[in-house]
């Protein structure tokens, strides 16, 4: 079975903070994604990367970077944390054109 | 322009009850993925169904059934006698391998909402 893994859950920030948010795959997936979830707004992109030091921009890039130093780690760094940027982030991961499978997704709420 | 359309916002049946949810695609290709995902409560998208394009069959798993017709770019899902559990948001998506680049880019529907009273 394929596993995709997030740091946190839930995770509360002040704004102004760095906050990172990790994903790990195990399953060898050349492809991940980060992807926020918003009422109304549905999925959009923020990043994705095809390989390792490999990163493009999605959708929505604004406000945000991303680390791919390992394989099966992507990471989505928040340089600056804003209220706007509360929101469920969620991470996937795919080989090729693929299914992209999901992990459980981590709930940020930024005061 | 690639686009994915699920235009029930909510669904509320009763236990039991067959639902249909409904999903149109406009794509710019003849070589496509179409894709249904759920979310519960809890959170994390689960893979449901995959088809591709050259593939207008129909599929069934359980009390899911799967409707796919090329001819009114439709991609529709069943579930027959509905259970509290499967009380979720259901997405709809689209790839487009030849456009998205070799990372099957999804295009995500809004979702629809599906409350399943007992």
């Known amino acids: 079975d394929v596993k995709v893994t997030q740091s946190s859950r839930y995770l509360v920030k002040r704004t102004g903070e760095k906050v990172f948010l990790e994903c790990v795959q195990d399953?060898?997936?050349?492809?991940m994604f980060w992807y926020r979830q918003d009422p109304g707004l549905g999925l959009r992109l923020i990043y994705f990367s095809y390989d390792v030091k490999m990163k493009e921009k999605g959708d929505i890039p604004e406000g945000y970077s991303v680390s791919r130093e390992k394989k099966e780690r992507f990471s989505l760094i928040l340089e600056s944390a804003s209220t706007n940027q509360t929101s469920m982030y969620l991470c996937?991961?795919?080989?090729?054109?693929?299914?992209?499978?999901f992990g459980p997704g981590t709930r940020l709420l930024v005061l | 322009a690639q686009k994915v359309t699920q235009a029930q916002t909510e669904i509320s049946v009763v236990e039991k009850e067959d639902v249909t949810l409904d999903c149109v695609y406009e794509t710019r290709d003849t070589t496509y993925y179409l894709f249904w995902y759920k979310q519960p409560p809890s959170g994390e998208l689960v893979f449901l169904i995959r088809?591709?394009?050259?593939?207008?069959q129909n599929e069934i798993s359980g009390r899911y059934s799967w409707n796919f017709q090329k001819s009114t770019s439709s991609f529709n899902f069943t579930i027959t006698a509905s259970q509290v559990v499967d009380s979720a948001v259901y997405f709809c998506a689209l790839s487009e391998p030849n456009y998205g680049g070799s990372q099957g880019n999804l295009i995500f529907g809004k979702g629809t909402k599906l409350s399943v009273k007992p």
């Open positions: 399953m060898d997936h050349e492809n």
């Open positions: 088809r591709n394009s050259f593939d207008e």
């Open positions: 996937a991961s795919s080989f090729g054109v693929q299914t992209q499978y």
